[in-house]
């Protein structure tokens, strides 16, 4: 395996509260602190220049989302390995959250079949450590500019099963894709009967009722084949560019 790089804040005190938490929490239970709330601007853009610095290297890229809560025992992680694969032998890097269950199981994969594996960890009350497989590791204090990367260093998403987190990072990526954001690009969702009732809903609630449109619900593809998903997380072009801003293209 190659050497791991760190970047971020690799060592963060376990007395102090989650850098988000303490921005977050509401002003009337805290002090006021507005100069040191714009001081914290200081510490955004250094945890930028460091996502940035890393990952503007991997070259293309495909970001994988996916529960935490599983083990190589369920079926689930070993689909997640093959996808992690099939996109290193199309030559592409893999990102993932870094931690455990699906995103472990995508960098294994990815390793395993040669691939560039990144993980882009994140600062959680319970600690969540880089899983073993992640060859570039960084660590994030703040959701926000962790949401960045996964997408500023994409060409594409593969979606497995997961909580609140993916379901997150599934309308983000949606929401910037339907409001022209970015320039779409592949958006794969891994598993047809965990997605079936949330894809049901948003037809017979959604656009039913003209809160949505047929295009909107054409921005995501289905799939329960890890040679699928890769090959559809990767149709934008093995060597495209990561997924540019609409405003960064002008």
Request: aromatic share 10%; proline share 6%.
């Amino acid at each position: 395996m190659r050497e791991r790089r760190r970047a971020g804040a690799s060592v963060i005190p376990k007395t102090s509260p989650p850098a988000d938490r303490a921005i977050l929490q509401p002003q009337f239970t805290r002090p006021s602190d507005h100069q040191y709330d714009s001081w914290r601007v200081l510490r955004f853009v250094s945890e930028f220049v460091e996502g940035f610095d890393v990952l503007a290297e991997i070259g293309p890229a495909v970001t994988c989302f996916g529960s935490a809560r599983i083990g190589p025992s369920d079926p689930l992680y070993r689909q997640a390995v093959a996808v992690g694969a099939a996109l290193a032998r199309r030559g592409v890097a893999v990102i993932t959250g870094g931690g455990p269950g699906v995103m472990e199981a995508i960098n294994r994969g990815c390793v395993e079949a040669g691939g560039l594996s990144v993980g882009c960890n994140i600062e959680l009350p319970d600690e969540q450590a880089l899983n073993d497989y992640v060859q570039v590791g960084i660590e994030f204090r703040h959701f926000f500019v962790r949401k960045m990367m996964f997408v500023r260093y994409a060409s594409g998403f593969v979606i497995f099963p997961g909580g609140f987190g993916t379901l997150d990072e599934l309308f983000e990526a949606v929401t910037l894709a339907q409001t022209g954001k970015i320039e779409h690009f592949p958006i794969v969702l891994f598993g047809h009967s965990y997605w079936r009732g949330l894809l049901d809903w948003l037809r017979d609630n959604g656009l039913a009722s003209a809160m949505l449109s047929v295009e909107d619900l054409d921005l995501v593809e289905v799939t329960d084949d890890p040679e699928e998903a890769a090959e559809i997380a990767t149709s934008a072009g093995a060597t495209a560019p990561p997924t540019l801003y609409a405003a960064d293209a002008k």
